[in-house]
């Protein structure tokens, strides 16, 4: 009778793989894995040897959504005192006055600029810019002047409400290059300063005001001399708003 010839374990092992879907792992030492074990992905094997089975990674973490630039998205200003409430402020690259800030106030809108001539965003550290006109397009903004220190300004954006106080007025004349600077600058009054806090400057014209005064130039956009800003600083922070 012809002797049989033992078969090696691990080709054995190999065999029983291929055919009943064996779950062994090669090598000794090493056990099945146990249920409910993560799931196994297969790495490639140089030829001549056996596949060898490899724990699969454990997933990928999610990438956090993007949070939006605050400075491109429109907000909602509301001031109490004045009885202004929900002014649709839209966001545009640019300055404070110039024509695509002037398209946006003609709608009726409030318009902040941004980039790299403009301010900041609701409750960013600088100067969060907003025009309106006082006597056209609904004059939003007409009683903007009688806005007194400790007067609350509340903007809403993305869920939440950022309120500002009002601490000073200022004027800012179109004829003067250093009043403009003063103007947008990101500590309102000091051009060039390091801003450390969020601040909002809110400007209307003076047209009663330069017409009291015998003052009736006007540029090409038929905006008077003077403008009135009101300057406030980030006082609270909370949820709300849209």
Not at 125 to 132: H, M, R
Not at 196 to 212: F, G, K, R, V, Y
Request: charged residues 20%; hydrophobic residues 35%; neutral net charge.
């Amino acid at each position: 009778m012809a002797r049989s010839r033992a078969v090696p374990a691990a080709l054995a092992c190999a065999v029983a793989m291929v055919l009943a879907g064996c779950s062994a792992a090669v090598g000794p030492g090493t056990q099945d894995k146990p249920p409910g074990s993560p799931a196994a992905a297969s790495v490639p094997a140089s030829a001549g040897s056996v596949p060898v089975s490899v724990r699969a990674p454990s997933g990928t973490p999610t990438p956090a959504p993007s949070t939006p630039d605050a400075r491109t998205e429109a907000a909602s200003l509301s001031i109490p005192a004045i009885g202004l409430d929900g002014l649709r402020v839209v966001p545009y690259e640019g300055t404070t006055d110039d024509w695509p800030g002037t398209r946006i106030q003609n709608r009726g809108d409030g318009a902040s600029p941004y980039g790299d001539r403009g301010g900041a965003g609701p409750g960013e550290i600088g100067n969060y810019l907003v025009t309106a006109h006082r006597l056209t397009a609904g004059g939003p903004l007409r009683e903007l002047p009688s806005l007194d220190a400790g007067d609350k300004v509340l903007v809403a954006l993305g869920g939440t409400v950022y309120e500002y106080t009002i601490t000073e007025s200022r004027k800012t004349s179109f004829r003067s290059e250093r009043s403009l600077a003063e103007q947008r600058a990101a500590v309102p009054g000091f051009p060039g300063k390091r801003p450390t806090q969020a601040m909002i400057t809110l400007s209307t014209c003076a047209t009663p005001e330069d017409n009291a005064a015998g003052n009736f130039w006007r540029d090409d956009r038929h905006n008077p001399e003077h403008r009135i800003d009101k300057v406030g600083a980030l006082t609270a922070v909370r949820p709300g708003g849209g």
